[in-house]
């Protein structure tokens, strides 16, 4: 593996007094903590080896021919991206649900809790990137927003959504002390000068897109400026800054499926990262994204393919029919109720519930619910490739 060397976590031993009194006794005698330090890198100098270079720069050529393919259907392309990206993002986080349930969760029908995370995952995204468009910076503001939009649902967390953190947190150990962490951030009275100095570097264009993008990441997951939720922000951060430097203009890169399918190698290189190697993050985030960017052309290629295929399954509907119409917005809405069709191509209700009966026995669109009423209906083929998409990037990133 190239090694990039970069300053090193200080650390620091801090004092500890639980607030919350709980655990072993272990946990109420705590007194002490060692907690990571992450050093500046807003003028961070970062060389890469002259393979990792290669490898980088093929990774940003696959990222950028993204959004010059099918031109016609890149806003359905730049949509199910998007959705691919939140949801092997929440699973990463062991946050799990099926593609129906997040279908179910998108149009607002009740679904369960890792479902509705991920649209909220989807909703955070979305967020943060559209604040950037157009080259603007990225700013401290956005960030916070994107988190809110990503906590407001969650009981547990809606009173620190969208707040950096005031308090001591941790990863793994006990639940009720820092006792056996594996990784202790920086004390709350750090967060805002280091987030400040990572929007710096963030915001810099004399660096190569993804090292900055795989960095920026690194850093704010030592930060670990919120309560909860910092693994999906620090993902849609990397996403936020392909865009800003106009890697990507409309889509996204779906890293995170590559990411969750070598879940320990990517927890190996934000240590690593922190031991001063930025090597291994900056490799991870070129292979994967190599790989996503490839597949997701794949994708492009076959949503292309759809429209023709939906008709022929449908006995080619007559042009301006009930169901020609809705085939021609499906793309742009496969999740949708009869109200929604209704609204979206007019015409007589019946020849509305008529065209979405002719193509559920076509085998186009299929329901979400068990409702005989107020049903929800998703575009089968499309639901299908969103799974899909990240099985096949996952399958090649575990083949190495």
Do not use: C
């Not at 468009?133 to 649902?153: F, I, K, Q, S, T």
């Not at 496969?334 to 191509?345: C, G, K, L, T």
Request: charged share 25%; no cysteine.
């Amino acid at each position: 593996m190239p090694t990039v060397v970069i300053p090193a976590h200080g650390l620091r031993t801090e004092q500890w007094q639980q607030r919350h009194r709980g655990g072993t006794r272990e946990d109420r005698m705590l007194r002490e903590v060692t907690v990571a330090v992450p050093p500046p890198i807003a003028r961070l100098d970062v060389t890469l080896p002259a393979t990792l270079a290669t490898e980088v720069e093929d990774a940003v050529r696959a990222v950028t021919a993204l959004d010059a393919t099918h031109g016609q259907h890149l806003g359905p392309l730049a949509t199910l991206l998007l959705r691919a990206e939140s949801v092997a993002s929440s699973k990463i986080e062991y946050v799990e649900a099926t593609v129906d349930d997040y279908a179910r969760a998108l149009h607002g029908a009740r679904s369960n809790s890792s479902a509705t995370a991920m649209v909220a995952s989807t909703r955070a995204l979305h967020e943060l990137i559209t604040s950037v468009d157009g080259g603007g910076p990225l700013a401290l503001d956005a960030v916070l927003r994107a988190h809110a939009v990503l906590m407001a649902d969650d009981p547990s967390e809606r009173d620190q959504a969208g707040r950096v953190r005031t308090e001591q947190n941790w990863i793994g150990g006990s639940d009720h002390s820092p006792r056996g962490a594996l990784y202790v951030p920086p004390p709350a009275r750090h967060v805002g000068p280091a987030l400040d100095d990572l929007l710096v570097f963030a915001n810099r264009d004399d660096i190569g897109v993804l090292t900055q993008a795989a960095i920026a990441h690194a850093q704010f997951e030592s930060i670990h400026p919120f309560t909860d939720g910092n693994g999906r922000i620090g993902r849609a951060l990397v996403s936020s800054i392909l865009r800003r430097r106009g890697a990507t203009r409309r889509t996204v890169v779906p890293l995170a499926s590559a990411i969750v399918a070598r879940r320990e190698a990517y927890f190996d290189a934000l240590g690593a990262y922190r031991d001063g190697d930025a090597g291994p993050i900056v490799a991870a985030f070129a292979k994967g994204s190599f790989i996503a960017a490839v597949e997701a052309r794949t994708t492009a290629d076959r949503l292309a393919e759809l429209p023709d295929r939906w008709s022929e399954a449908a006995g080619r509907p007559r042009r301006g029919s009930a169901a020609a119409r809705i085939l021609d917005t499906l793309l742009d809405h496969p999740v949708f109720s009869a109200d929604d069709a209704e609204e979206r191509v007019g015409g007589a209700t019946s020849s509305v519930y008529g065209a979405i009966n002719r193509l559920h026995d076509a085998g186009v669109v299929r329901p979400l619910t068990r409702r005989t009423r107020n049903q929800v209906w998703v575009a089968a083929a499309v639901a299908d490739e969103l799974n899909d998409l990240g099985v096949r990037i996952a399958q090649r990133a575990r083949l190495g």
